[in-house]
């Protein structure tokens, strides 16, 4: 079955950086796109951004210039390196497999999910 395990989140001061970890398992992972989502208490999911099989990103705006969605195919991973956090950037993140529809320009999530990793942006 699919499995998704997150790891890399923790406390990092405001300007800091991190770099999450996402490995899948189960399903021919270099096929599927793939995404990083977050959820701040009190608020919905959103997507943090996005990444195909060959490998177009697309980016939610507060990421764009301070966030890398990448992945290795070989290790059935994907990354997101955080810099420049800010405490608004407060939240569990999780990945997600997208659909088969997904495109470069389209995420269509499935309903495997990692078990998220917290990440807080505090000084």
């Known amino acids: 079955q699919v499995q998704l395990v997150e790891s890399g989140g923790g406390l990092v001061q405001p300007g800091g950086s991190l770099r999450l970890s996402c490995t899948g398992s189960g399903y021919m992972f270099s096929k599927y796109a793939m995404a990083w989502y977050r959820q701040a208490p009190g608020e919905r999911r959103e997507v943090v951004a996005f990444?195909?099989?060959?490998?177009?990103?697309n980016y939610a705006e507060y990421a764009k210039g301070r966030f890398t969605i990448s992945r290795d195919n070989t290790k059935n991973t994907i990354y997101l390196q955080m810099n420049s956090l800010k405490p608004e950037d407060t939240a569990v993140y999780y990945c997600?497999?997208?659909?088969?529809?997904?495109?470069?320009?389209?995420?269509?999530?499935?309903?495997?999910w990692g078990q998220g990793t917290q990440v807080t942006v505090s000084s």
């Open positions: 990444i195909v099989g060959a490998g177009s990103t």
């Open positions: 997600n497999q997208g659909s088969p529809s997904s495109s470069g320009s389209r995420y269509d999530p499935t309903d495997y």
